[in-house]
């Protein structure tokens, strides 16, 4: 079983920076992808970031170059850079992975971005 806990959400202006973080506990961490996904009220949860196990990656066209996922596999840790942040990524940004056919989140960090 895989466990996953976000931290580092908060409230910031347009144009500023917010790292979040997830640890994941459990021996599967340096053999699964990674992801970060938000939702934001009304939209469905949509996927922002991925991570392979050998540190390829993948973004939403809406946070290219802006946004930077990463991982730490000897601390089952991935992160989530964000500058340049915007008032439309206003979310609830969810950890996620899928080990043995199930999926696995976290409770979820609110990023808010004023204008």
């Known amino acids: 079983q895989v466990q996953l806990v976000e931290s580092g959400g908060g409230l910031v202006q347009a144009g500023g920076s917010l790292r979040l973080s997830c640890a994941a506990s459990?021996?599967?961490?340096?053999?699964?992808?990674m992801g970060w996904y938000r939702q934001a009220p009304g939209k469905q949860r949509e996927l922002v970031a991925s991570?392979?196990?050998?540190?390829?990656?993948d973004y939403a066209d809406s946070v290219k170059g802006r946004f930077t996922i990463s991982r730490d596999n000897a601390k089952n840790a991935v992160y989530l850079q964000m500058n340049s942040l915007k008032p439309e990524d206003t979310a609830a940004y969810y950890c996620?992975?899928?080990?043995?056919?199930?999926?696995?989140w976290g409770q979820g960090t609110q990023v808010t971005v004023s204008s």
């Open positions: 996620n992975t899928v080990y043995l056919q199930q999926n696995y």
């Open positions: 991570i392979s196990k050998t540190g390829t990656t």
């Open positions: 459990g021996s599967v961490f340096s053999r699964v992808v």
